[in-house]
């Protein structure tokens, strides 16, 4: 059972302009989410979190919107680099339960085109 | 400053055999926390320690155990090893255990 789920496989944007990757999540419990991009070879590297006291965060290039009602969040990239090329992964947890794991979607490739 | 580290990068093993995997934290972070992520899906919760102790499992079979050391380091076993076992096995500290999770490159593990 998916608790988080990334709908789109892969998205690709023209260098410069704004890419949005989109999260949905099924569980009510979960209170704080967080984002991952990940390279080849490498492990996640955390880009950005939120809250679910906020429906904002931002981080120079990197916005995470928190709509609580839709059980939804999604990062805004502006403007999108060919380096950021990569997969990105939307996780969560539920912390008020006392946990810290989180639970992935299965990730979005974003390809930013030059 | 060093990042989460795991070793071995990548390890083949056969089917029934038993395998260990270590992790470093970051240093002054307390808790670890261990992932598999199978190929095209997201990395899955296996265990969490925080100081020494467990303090999470997700829905994996007893053949998976770990342990926490009093470095902070951790170890990951798996015990009569599957080929669904392949995978990619994550290593993620953070500084408390409600603290964002920094992860390591991972150990590629191949079950043949």
């Known amino acids: 059972d998916q608790q988080v789920k990334q709908n789109s496989p892969s998205l690709s944007v023209q260098e410069g302009r704004i890419s949005i990757l989109n999260c949905d999540y099924t569980n009510s419990m979960f209170d704080y989410f967080l984002w991952y991009k990940k390279y080849p070879a490498e492990g996640p590297t955390f880009l950005i979190s939120?809250?679910?006291?906020?429906d904002k965060n931002e981080d120079g290039r990197f916005t995470v919107f928190l709509n609580k009602s839709a059980k939804h969040l999604s990062l805004h990239i502006v403007p999108s680099q060919p380096g950021d090329s990569a997969v990105y992964f939307c996780a969560a947890s539920a912390w008020r339960t006392g946990a810290n794991n989180l639970f992935f979607g299965t990730g979005t490739r974003l390809t930013v085109i030059p | 400053d060093a990042g989460v580290t795991q070793s071995p990068t990548h390890l083949i093993k056969t089917r029934g055999q038993h395998v260990t995997l270590r992790c470093s934290p970051i240093s002054g972070h307390k808790s670890v926390s261990w992932y598999q992520q199978v190929l095209g899906q997201g990395p899955q919760f296996i265990f969490q320690?925080?100081?020494?102790?467990?303090?999470g499992r997700g829905n994996f079979p007893d053949r998976f155990s770990a342990r926490q050391f009093p470095n902070y380091s951790s170890e990951l076993n798996v015990n009569a090893l599957l080929l669904g076992d392949s995978a990619l096995y994550l290593c993620a500290s953070s500084h408390g255990l409600h603290d964002t999770q920094y992860f390591g490159p991972g150990t590629r593990l191949t079950v043949l």
């Open positions: 320690y925080y100081e020494k102790e467990e303090r």
């Open positions: 939120i809250s679910s006291i906020k």
